[in-house]
């Protein structure tokens, strides 16, 4: 991967910021650390829960044929053989001899240019690695010296239930996707709801996967969250079905604020044997162009496998036509952590301003933002002023997520708010105590501008709705 000094600048000053300000913490830190798995911290689980509501609003609420699921973490084993990861969901490995770093030998293919199938055997990777070894160094100590590739199962095992037996024999996993969920409660969809082909049903929670070699943040984690939607269709829509899905996710992420040319289609050139087109979103990170969604046509393998390992007929009869058959699958796969980092890449910006100053600030789309509205008193020390402010903060709060910061001085607050992506910052002064007017504050331009308070509420929904800041009142600042 070419990473130049300022792309690694932007990723170091993401994670240091996502650190700093309370989104993103390292797991069990003061144990040392728990490689691969991160925590949410207060401003990150809002960034969290507003792209999660971005999803389903999209997904589920607009949409008049696609459901919602919170389907268990824990399933019966037989799922996962069925689904084929028991056997094939594994990732080629290499060691460094020298520093012993741990490497997916895909990767290291793929920056040299060579794409390895996801079907291959241990044998066949082990061959086609042999032949372009010699020119790949390890990224970390820039030696040339591998072992033998080995596949490793991304499966995680639990120790669940079943006291008396060898759990090791008839082992319960976390689950590895969130789709088998989706898959297995088909059936029970169908029959509960007023759904029929083509019918979509989406779901958002955690998977767990052993990845080998888990690096770039929460690019790629041990413990993530995914926010899938699968859509049953019959054999003869699927293409067109397949089509219209790449449309509207693209068409998702441009209205979720992210730009255009930080988008581009990856057409996957290995398909596994079921599967009849796959289609990559790529996000333009930091560290470059990397998958962040993947859009699948899976045919109807996944109904065709769990009704064979399960002996439940899942077939379906068509009430106009009564053609039946195996419904077909098409996916929308996406994690949060990734569109987080996407996100968050897309609205990091460093600002020079007047006199030598920065200013770091995180310009989210409006919807997105963790916090909408920060309130501070102008002197912390005027109680009336204070009393005041807490009393437009404690309206406000019942409509938004809202933070009351009266702690050092005015210039300190901005920049935290900053920091955090704060829409908006409320000033409350002395003319506020007069007529009930305040100093509103634009996040983007540093705008300011005086607004009755009694309008606060209907100022700040239009600005989320995407109203221009300044179409509220004259610029004073
Ligand atoms: N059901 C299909 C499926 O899971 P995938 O390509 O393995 O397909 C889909 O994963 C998406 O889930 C990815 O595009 C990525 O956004 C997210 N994802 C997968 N593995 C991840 C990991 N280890 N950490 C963070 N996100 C991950």
Not at 37 to 47: F, K, R, T
Not at 142 to 158: P, R, S, Y
Not at 235 to 259: A, C, D, F, H, T
């Amino acid at each position: 991967m070419a990473e130049n000094k300022q792309t690694k600048d932007k990723m170091q000053q993401i994670i240091s910021l996502c650190k700093r300000r309370g989104f993103v913490f390292p797991s069990s830190e003061i144990y040392g650390g728990f490689s691969a798995v991160y925590d949410l911290g207060p401003y990150g689980v809002e960034l969290a829960n507003n792209i999660k509501a971005a999803w389903w609003k999209a997904m589920v609420q607009e949409r008049e044929n696609i459901v919602g699921l919170d389907s268990a973490i824990f399933m019966h084993s037989k799922i996962w053989e069925a689904s084929g990861h028991v056997g094939g969901f594994a990732d080629p490995l290499t060691e460094c001899k020298k520093c012993n770093s741990r490497l997916r030998v895909d990767h290291l293919l793929e920056e040299a240019g060579v794409m390895a199938d996801e079907k291959m055997t241990e044998d066949e990777i082990n061959k086609l690695f042999d032949e372009h070894k010699s020119k790949i160094k390890c990224p970390s100590c820039g030696k040339n010296d591998w072992t033998k590739v080995k596949k490793f199962n991304l499966l995680v095992k639990a120790n669940l239930g079943n006291f008396t037996e060898d759990w090791s024999r008839d082992p319960v996993y976390l689950r590895g996707e969130t789709c088998q969920g989706i898959y297995v409660n088909y059936l029970n969809v169908l029959n509960s709801s007023r759904v029929q082909i083509p019918f979509g049903i989406a779901q958002i929670g955690k998977a767990f996967r052993n990845e080998v070699t888990a690096r770039q943040f929460i690019f790629r984690t041990r413990e993530f969250e995914q926010m899938e939607m699968q859509y049953f269709c019959s054999p003869n829509q699927e293409m067109e079905e397949y089509e219209k899905l790449r449309q509207s996710r693209w068409q998702y992420y441009l209205n979720l604020g992210i730009s255009e040319k930080n988008l581009k289609w990856h057409k996957h050139e290995n398909l596994v044997f079921y599967a009849k087109e796959a289609y990559d979103i790529e996000y333009n990170f930091p560290f470059g162009f990397k998958e962040l969604e993947g859009i699948h046509a899976r045919s109807d393998y996944d109904l065709s496998q769990h009704s064979k390992f399960s002996g439940v007929a899942l077939d379906y009869t068509d009430p106009e036509t009564k053609e039946k058959y195996i419904p077909h699958i098409i996916e929308s796969s996406v994690g949060v952590g990734r569109t987080m980092l996407a996100v968050l890449t897309e609205a990091f910006v460093e600002e020079q301003l007047e006199k030598g100053e920065t200013r770091i600030v995180l310009k989210f789309p409006a919807k997105l933002a963790p916090i909408k509205a920060a309130i501070f008193p102008l002197l912390a020390n005027k109680p009336e002023l204070v009393e005041k402010a807490r009393s437009i903060f404690n309206e406000l709060k019942k409509d938004f997520m809202c933070e009351f910061d009266d702690s050092g001085n005015i210039g300190k607050r901005y920049r935290r708010q900053d920091e955090i992506g704060t829409l908006v910052a409320l000033t409350c002064d002395f003319e506020t105590l007069e007529n009930n007017t305040i100093t509103l504050r634009d996040r983007d331009t540093m705008a300011q501008i005086r607004v009755d308070v009694a309008k606060i509420k209907e100022i700040l929904e239009k600005i989320i709705e995407g109203e221009q800041f300044l179409s509220f009142g004259k610029k004073i600042k």
